[in-house]
């Protein structure tokens, strides 16, 4: 029984097209992120929500919007597409916003062609 | 401008002996380290973590070492076995919002 679940895995798109990834936690956590993992495999904070509300934005293109519809969901639609968008995008969670313990999806890996 | 290292992008070790990874960080309002551990296609596991009220902590094989005046971190593993090749994440944040995670080191247990 997944704790953290993000689809789709695996996710081959041309440029200019608009994708989500969704993102499930069943954990009952109240704070959520998603992550960017780039070429140089740094792992870097895009978004946090605590129980819905948006808590940490950081300098990402309007392009990525997050949406969470409630507290154990936080969707990731990201419009326009670019090459270099390229990434292996993560969804985490954890118990309350700052605690560091965070729990990651599989990651869902984003080609864009 | 990176706040959190790994200098070290991979380590081999023998099975059975002990392996170090380090990490170091510039920014000195950083409170919170933790250690995350990465298999392929898989997404990174919290291993263990240490405030900076602390100088150590244990937890089984696995010590991290905190020196704050050097801002430096290391993850001890001893005994080194197999099955903890894989990808390790220093990530350290203040007050545990936004975590800052390193490059990873990728570490190489051989039997």
């Known amino acids: 029984d997944t704790a953290v679940s993000q689809t789709p895995k695996y996710l081959v798109t041309q440029m200019g097209n608009d994708k989500s990834i969704k993102c499930e936690q069943n954990?009952?956590?109240?704070?959520m992120y998603w992550y960017k993992q780039d070429s140089k495999k740094f792992l870097k904070i895009m978004f946090s929500?605590?129980?819905?509300?948006?808590?940490i934005n950081e300098t990402v293109p309007n392009r990525f919007s997050p949406k969470s519809p409630d507290k154990a969901h936080l969707n990731l639609h990201i419009n326009s597409l670019e090459l270099g968008d390229s990434a292996v995008y993560f969804c985490?969670?954890?118990?309350?916003?700052?605690?560091?313990?965070?729990?990651f999806g599989e990651g869902s890996r984003l080609t864009v062609l | 401008d990176q706040q959190v290292k790994q200098n070290s992008p991979s380590l081999s070790v023998q099975e059975g002996r002990i392996s170090i990874l380090n990490c170091d960080y510039t920014n000195s309002m950083f409170d919170y380290f933790l250690w995350y551990k990465k298999y392929p296609a898989e997404g990174p596991t919290f291993l263990i973590s240490i405030s900076s009220i602390k100088d150590k902590n244990e937890d089984g094989r696995f010590t991290v070492f905190l020196n704050k005046s050097a801002k430096h971190l290391s993850l001890h593993i001893v005994p080194s076995q197999p099955g903890d090749s894989a990808v390790y994440f220093c990530a350290a944040s203040v007050n545990g919002n936004k975590l800052v995670f390193g490059a990873g080191t990728i570490l190489r247990v051989k039997s």
């Open positions: 985490a969670s954890s118990q309350r916003e700052g605690n560091g313990e965070l729990f």
């Open positions: 929500y605590n129980n819905k509300e948006l808590i």
């Open positions: 954990l009952g956590h109240d704070t």
